[in-house]
């Protein structure tokens, strides 16, 4: 819609994706909740996690409507469609990572054209597993895409998997169910902030619904920490600490908890928790009421 206005400090604001009440068409978008931008050729391209839609779209500058990248074919675990995504990472050739996160998995569409992706963490069910995620929101991968890095909610941690190491699924195996594709590998992640399953109160380390997550060029890993409104920084030796700490609770490669795949966290706040800047500093909030 890309309507100027500006707010209560006169900073100009302007609608780059949606502003025409929530829905479904391509004009609208309904519950927002994160955002990334590329740039491409002078163009910017905004990619927004269209949460209660259940798609990734995108979003070209002065665009009317958007373009759907991901999902949009309704709630579900097939491999074409995502349940409430989540955290949002797109590379600069438009590779698309979110975090499915009534599904517990982290999907890839390598390119846009794409009418499925395929898992490249968690898709074992909801648990605390090594191998598993429990309502995953923010995420970050790394500039060479070897290492992603999770903010598993109800997990209470935040999970590192090295995807170096992960086995792309044949999709031209006609035999094989999207149920299957989707759960035919077991990548290992390590828990690198949190205590596994354990919220552990407002103490300094454990976390509460860990809800976005960043990595700066040091290494060091930020932990948005929704339940303790906070926001904590773990450097490389914590990292190892934690690692080692929840390595000796000998977690299983799959767990079962009473919640279920195929439900979304209800959040209290009025507006996603994704938040970008352009290489102009332009900043981009994904925001829904």
């Known amino acids: ?41 002078g163009d910017v391209y905004v990619y927004v996690s269209d949460r209660a839609n259940h798609r990734v779209v995108m979003w070209k500058r002065n665009a009317k409507e958007g373009r759907v990248v991901a999902g949009g074919n309704g709630f579900g675990s097939g491999l074409h469609q995502l349940g409430c995504p989540g955290g949002l990472h797109v590379t600069a050739n438009g590779t698309v990572y979110v975090s499915d996160e009534a599904n517990n998995r982290i999907m890839k569409w390598n390119h846009p054209n794409e009418n499925r992706g395929q898992v490249v963490a968690g898709g074992h069910g909801a648990g605390d597993g090594t191998a598993q995620l429990y309502h995953p929101l923010g995420i970050w991968v790394s500039e060479e895409e070897d290492i992603l890095v999770v903010a598993d909610s109800l997990g209470y941690r935040v999970q590192k998997f090295r995807l170096s190491s992960f086995t792309e699924v044949d999709d031209d195996d006609d035999d094989s169910s999207p149920e299957q594709e989707a759960t035919s590998h077991m990548l290992q992640g390590e828990t690198i902030a949190g205590i596994t399953g354990k919220p552990g109160g407002d103490v300094i380390g454990h976390l509460g619904q860990p809800m976005s997550v960043q990595i700066d060029e040091n290494g060091s890993l930020f932990v948005a ?65």
Request: charged share 15%; glycine share 10%.
């Open 1 to 41: 819609t890309n309507n100027n206005n500006s707010n209560s400090n006169g900073d100009n604001v302007m609608t780059v994706a949606g502003g025409n009440e929530p829905g479904s068409g391509l004009s609208q978008l309904d519950q927002p909740v994160d955002v990334h931008v590329i740039e491409q050729s």
């Open 225 to 289: 920490d929704s339940d303790h409104s906070r926001v904590q920084r773990y450097d490389g030796r914590d990292q190892a600490i934690s690692a080692a700490q929840n390595s000796a609770q000998t977690q299983p490669q799959n767990s079962t908890h009473a919640l279920k795949t195929g439900h979304c966290t209800k959040y209290n706040t009025r507006s996603g928790y994704g938040f970008v800047c352009d290489s102009d500093g332009v900043s981009y909030f994904a925001h829904h009421s």
